[in-house]
C-alpha cells in the first residue's frame, strides 16, 4: 500500500499523474485541482499569480481535453481535479505568464 504525502498547500496524494500542458508532459499531484497542480509545476510564480482560487476572477481558465471525451471543453482550473491523461491545450494569459518558464518554447506568452 502506499503512502499518503501531506503537503500543504497540496492535498493529500499518494502518486504523480502524467498531464500535458501546451504540448509538454508534467508529472503532478492526483487529488488536486489543476490550479495547484500549476503550483506543483511552478511554485516560484503561481502564488503570486492574479488568481482569486475561488471562482470569480476567471484567470485560471483553461481549455481541456479529458482523456474520455471526444471534445475540449472549457473549465477554471482553480475547480476542476486533475485527471492522469488530460490535456491543456488552450490557457489563459495570466497563467502563460506564470507558467512562462516551465512551457514549451512554442507557447506564446504576452501580458
Not at 497540496?10 to 508529472?27: A, N, S
Request: hydrophobic fraction near 35%.
Amino acid at each position: 500500500m502506499s503512502e499518503i504525502i501531506p503537503a500543504e498547500p497540496f492535498r493529500p496524494y499518494e502518486k504523480l499523474v502524467e498531464i500535458t500542458v501546451l504540448g509538454k508532459k508534467f508529472h503532478v499531484p492526483e487529488r488536486n485541482s489543476v490550479l495547484r497542480c500549476f503550483q506543483f509545476i511552478s511554485p516560484e510564480t503561481i502564488p503570486y499569480g492574479r488568481f482569486c482560487w475561488n471562482q470569480e476572477c476567471q484567470f485560471c481558465r483553461v481549455t481541456c481535453q479529458l482523456p474520455d471525451e471526444d471534445e475540449p471543453r472549457e473549465m477554471l482550473s482553480c475547480k476542476f481535479i486533475v485527471m492522469g491523461g488530460m490535456e491543456i491545450t488552450d490557457m489563459s494569459q495570466e497563467l502563460k505568464w506564470c507558467l512562462r518558464a516551465k512551457l514549451a518554447d512554442n507557447a506564446p506568452v504576452s501580458r
